[in-house]
């Protein structure tokens, strides 16, 4: 097989917890992209985004590589990754500072977001990123961006996101083993972000939420930039699992029939006809009925939202996102999730679809492919800014600096 080299090659893998997606993307002219090849394997291995089976997690990244080659006819030697949040914490801290000198200076700045910093980080976690959300002068008004003002106390609030520095460099060294150098590493949800919102959408304030198969990631966006994230342990294998149990059925039956009939509303059910189980010994088979199914992924369905929606309630949120809530990821296309986000959140929700920019296969812009298609995005765009195959740096210390550009890297 052929070694390509070139520019205007991309290769990027998004490494969930359900599926691998390799695509090999070419820049021909201006705007004007070609898809040279796909390449899909099931996730083994994983669990949560967090690499559990160092083989069975190479075996998978090489058999989606492997497809994607064939397709594409040459050799694929690095890729950009996308790595799931599971491991990923954030929480809000202040931090308070005394201004001495009557006007805040840069080194005022940097010392309250120093004191906003100071916080019990948990066993094995590490700060990745510190984000102010405003600054408060003397008790005052908030304010964005406070250099050059009078006061005498300067806060801060800020947003801290933390993470795992030894689980990414797990799934670098299995992406490596299996003979792929990662150029690039990329928060899935803010590459789902990328792919979903409007820079519009981005300003006003927008909560996006991604419902993969292990993991749901939420994001908010405010002013351009992140204001609050968070990563729920609860996404589409649960509904997976809810109907294998409810139904008593096969999880391969199970996937199917949520695929094919599955739906989180009953009043969107136009009738309640019934369907085939396979039974779950797999030897014989029954019939269900519709609403015994929506019942049963009413309930998953309902307990995510409502967790997502006491977190921002929790956490007075509400008004960082006028322009609503955007679901994506493969959960997102389970019928009925824009209404049941409606009735519980009672604001605009939206299905996120990516937003096409490239000529790309109508196969992509699948809320599925959010994640597959903002990791194109962003390799187009950023270019090879940052590389982790080269230097003489360890490569622990690559991933720390190249997790800490994650949120500076996204719009």
């Known amino acids: ?23 090999v993307a070419q820049q021909l002219d201006g705007e004007h992209v070609q898809v040279l090849g796909i390449g899909k394997s099931p996730s083994d291995g994983l669990k949560k985004g967090v690499v559990v089976d160092v083989a069975k997690t190479i075996v998978s990244i090489k058999n989606a590589v492997k497809e994607a080659e064939i397709m594409a006819g040459f050799e694929i030697e690095s890729a950009y990754i996308g790595i799931s949040g599971g491991h990923i914490q954030s929480i809000n ?36 990123h510190t984000m102010p959300q405003y600054f408060i002068l003397d008790s005052q008004d908030k304010v964005q961006s406070p250099l050059g003002m009078h006061c005498v106390r300067l806060e801060v609030m800020a947003h801290i996101i933390l993470g795992s520095i030894a689980s990414v460099q797990n799934l670098v060294k299995c992406c490596e083993m299996a003979g792929v150098k990662v150029k690039d590493i990329v928060l899935e949800q803010l590459a789902s972000a990328q792919a979903v919102l409007s820079p519009d959408e981005r300003e006003l304030g927008v909560a996006v939420l991604d ?10 966006y405010q002013h351009g930039n992140i204001r609050h ?19 008593r059925t096969t999880l391969k039956d199970a996937e199917r029939i949520k695929v094919s009939y599955g739906c989180a509303l009953e009043e969107l059910l136009e009738r309640d006809s019934v369907f085939e189980v396979e039974m779950v010994h797999g030897k014989q088979k029954r019939t269900a009925k519709l609403s015994e199914l929506t019942g049963i992924l009413h309930a998953r369905a309902q307990e995510i939202l409502v967790l997502i929606h006491d977190e921002i309630t929790q956490k007075k949120l509400q008004s960082f996102m006028p322009s609503g809530l955007v679901i994506t990821g493969g959960g997102s ?26 000529d790309l296969p109508d196969s992509l812009t699948s809320p599925m492919y959010a994640t597959s298609y903002g990791l194109i995005l962003h390799a187009l765009k950023k270019g090879q800014q940052i590389a982790l195959d080269k230097g003489d740096d360890s490569l622990s210390n690559r991933i720390i600096t190249r997790m800490k550009s994650w949120v500076s890297d996204f719009f």
Not at 350 to 357: C, D, N, T
């Open 1 to 23: 097989m052929a070694r390509v080299f070139s520019d205007r090659i991309v290769v990027s893998i998004d490494i969930g917890t359900t599926k691998i997606c390799v695509i």
């Open 93 to 128: 801290s202040h931090g308070v500072f005394p201004v001495k000198k009557g006007e805040v200076r840069q080194a005022d700045i940097d010392a309250v977001i120093e004191a906003a910093k100071a916080i019990k980080i948990p066993e094995g976690q590490q700060i990745l």
């Open 211 to 220: 419902i993969g198969g292990g993991t749901s990631d939420l994001a908010l």
């Open 229 to 247: 994230t968070m990563v729920l342990p609860v996404a589409g294998n649960h509904f997976t699992n809810d109907v294998a149990i409810g139904l």
């Open 333 to 358: 296309l389970l019928l009925g999730m824009k209404e049941l986000g409606e009735q519980i959140f009672a604001m605009p929700v939206r299905i996120g679809y990516p937003r096409v920019e490239f």
